[in-house]
């Protein structure tokens, strides 16, 4: 192929090009290339990918504001049928999708299928969100002509979208949280373009569902500059990127280093843009005395959500705070039991497969933790990662700052604590987390301070279940105090997502027929609106 | 007064002391001194102020800190009676605070007591907003237990507060603005403890509300930690304040150089906290075709705008875009009459009178700038603006970027364009603003354009209006895209300012014991709410 430009039209959606997908076209990069690996042989994957420079990078940032003005002025219909069409794309690549991500990843082809679903359920969740309205959180102060000692003006509220948003995919996620991702989809509905810098685990899932973006875009007959996925190197065009005057926000998932980097970046440009960045949490989870006679079995249940998908999740349950004696000496067995039978896992790159193996070694090694057991090696995995517990009382919890980082894989620490008021004083020193897990009831002593507690730590609390398998509903938070997010005022799952992608607007004593719909008199689109400070569908 | 922790106990809601309230005591500090200036005469205010050190500002976020979770768990009413007490007590001491409020700024009586009226009128409103709730965002998502392939749990989302709030009142609104102003209200209403930076320029009467406020936190048996007011240098107690872990985000009304500063120290944090910064806006007019024929009487209302308060309002209408033509000159001359016939008005402090007069000076000097008409000069007056009002081309405007900064005062341009296309062209470049104000209506050619195009500039567009006097109620939006503010998602003034300092946490899977009222099942605050996505009171 010679013209890059020709690259549409030429491929098919289950074509995998190594292109990024610019103005609607497929456009193959010359500033080097990067190739995906299996992770379960270690083999590099076809084609390798060409990664695109600070021109290509520019083009895709003008054409995102280009777009911008008359993408936010579509009606909420319109990004709804987007959204649908996106999500019907992916349905109709469903299995090849399936079998790249498995290729480029090593997670199960169950956990690929499932993953499809939840991602159209998403875009499918934001169409709804559209239609009810909500997120525009119109509002109407009628005027009062006769106030004294000043009349008021008849003033009218509702939301627009912010600007051009840059999205970084996560490596855990190549579907849910990566091209068409949350980010993506939540960024789209508020009617903000979106440029994704693909992930480089899995660029061929990431051109596959880059290019069932752009070929929704393109049939809804929008702009094609709603929607570019770009791939290049993240010290130069991620950096690039999120420093460009067009872009007016950034979603990411990741690493805290890489999370820290676009934050200071974006608060050292000339117009500093909010980031909503997902990075790291370790979740710990409290088992009460009342939960304590089933030690054996949390234990069981514990053990299937750490090592679910090799670990190699936001939510993973890291952190276990059990009070010392006879029950603690069976959860501890019980768990190690299990673990020692639990298989070995392909990881989703030798890079973090490395790390894990880094950072489990390193806590072997620290002393006052104990190893309880680890799982079997499988030589027949070429980048893997065995599950592994430890133990450890909390004077060495609390004396080690190191076992509070985040292990990204199937790694388990058990703390053994004096009572409910030991947990609630280690809870309060830990960094800001995604979930804090409890197993009780109202009837322990000294819940009630630590579900206090657990609010101001972290965006989702949870009774007797385990944090893994994160519901995309209208009621979820996913987010929490610094590192689990680098913005605790936002959720990056479910439908309060939208709410990082908009802006209010007053529009003052104007003219009927120059109002926007959501603030109508007549209310045409039946929207949910405050009218002088009560709610109600008027 | 030898110890200062019984100032409390010796002073009348009516004494000026010159100390900081801290812990609910007076503590007059000592780390040197300031004292208020009468613009009108030059003369210094007693007493002086005592400024704190560190020390004193770490014990007042430690207190903070420790106010914080018990503060954050009362209940919405507890808090609506708060804010009433606090509006009370100003109510109280309005006379003297009248009074003060003219000795320090130099602004007429009747300004200073509908200033007392707007405060506390702000304060009422976000009482108003505690009892009817929509702030808490709840939202239910039942349980499916018989969803396939995997059961749905029961998630429940509230918005909580966010921490501890810093909050750096303005120089401009010395009540409206400042200790007991929106930022202080909002985050009260939040249940977030407050710290107030006072500002230098009037700091008996912040120190009179400081009081007011601390003595209603003490009447409805708070902790003594929910609110402080300290004085102290910017550079040295300001940036500490921000600085300090307790603190959670911050609130800030002042110039654009002071905001950034404080943007930039939240974001080098180890734990970055949000700014909520409003500081530069120049609030273009647009005069369009259809309003030309009353070219006469709207420069008499234009001026009357400009030169309100000696034009020292955030919003204050600093730049009028014209049609050239004879309506133009019209409206150039009739304006240039109103100028010259102004009287000479008092600024609000030394400093900012002489910035005023360096930046006319500039103006009058640059290349293509005609001055059309100053007022005149009183020399009784020790610190004054004369209101002055220049011309210029759009060539000339678009060729000198200087004409598009911020003269804080009566300063007004007024510039000459082609058409509504070049009006729309000129918008797109201009910065961030807080209001666009269009004078026309919905029979001018490209009006729709100019709106969409303002909707991206601006917080507020105001048809046949002025943009001084912001209204405080539900629909207002007193924020905008940067400079005007750090954080276009947000607005300093309305019932939405609560919104920033809120965080949203999911309970999953809740005992119904534990869960908080917001989501209870029978709805005990009757407070609006999603049901599995649909809003209602239910």
Known sequence: ??????????????????????????????????????????????????????????????????????????????????????????????????????????????????????????????????????????????????????????????????????????????????????????????????????HGAHPGTSELVGRAIADAVAANGLHPGVFALVFGRGEQIGKRLVE????????????????????????????????????????????????????????????????????????????????????????????GRRVSAAPDATMLTPGIAAAYADATAKLSRTDGVTTVAEGEADDEIAHSGTPQIFAVDASTFLSETALQEEVFGAAGIIVTVRDVGQMIEILKGLEGQLTVTIHGDQTDEGVSQLIATAEERAGRILFNGWPTGVEVGHAMVHGGPYPATSDPRATSVGSLAIDRFLRPVSYQSFPAELLPEPVLDANPWQVWRQIDGTPGKV
């Not at 079995?297 to 959500?305: N, P, Q």
């Not at 059990?322 to 768990?335: C, R």
Request: proline share 7%; net charge neutral.
């Open 1 to 198: 192929m010679t013209d890059p430009s020709d690259a549409r039209t030429a491929a098919s959606p289950t074509d995998i090009l190594g292109a990024s997908v610019i103005g609607g076209r497929s456009v193959r990069g010359g500033d080097g290339e990067i190739a995906a690996i299996d992770p379960r042989t270690g083999v590099e994957l076809e084609p390798s990918v060409g990664l695109i420079g600070s021109e290509e990078l520019d083009r895709a940032a003008s054409l995102a504001a280009e777009a911008f003005s008359r993408f936010r002025a579509t009606t909420p219909l319109q990004r709804a049928a987007l959204l649908e069409s996106i999500a019907k794309n992916l349905e109709a690549i469903a299995e090849v999708l399936a079998d790249r991500v498995v290729l480029e990843t090593g997670l199960p082809r169950v956990r690929a299928v499932s993953e499809t679903g939840r991602t159209t359920g998403q875009l499918r969740l934001f169409a709804d969100v559209l239609r009810e309205g909500v997120f525009h959180d119109a509002r109407i102060d009628r005027a009062q002509p006769d106030r004294s000692p000043v009349p008021r003006a008849d003033i009218r509220l509702r939301k627009i979208a912010l600007g051009p948003v840059a999205v970084f995919g996560a490596s855990n996620f190549p579907l849910a949280f990566s091209v068409a991702g949350g980010d993506t989809a939540s960024a789209l509905a508020a009617g903000c373009p979106v440029i994704v810098k693909a």
């Open 244 to 335: 460009h005057p067009a872009i007016a926000a950034v979603g990411f998932t990741g690493s805290r280093r890489g999370g820290s980097a676009l934050v200071q970046a974006a608060a050292r440009r000339a117009v500093p843009i909010p980031v909503y960045a997902e990075m790291s949490s370790i979740n710990p989870v409290f088992l009460l005395p009342s939960v304590l006679a089933d030690a054996d079995a949390l234990a069981a249940s514990w053990i299937g959500s750490l090592t679910l998908g090799a670990g190699q999740f936001c939510t993973n349950p890291g952190l276990v705070f059990v009070p010392a004696g006879d029950a603690a000496n069976t959860f501890i067995a019980s768990a």
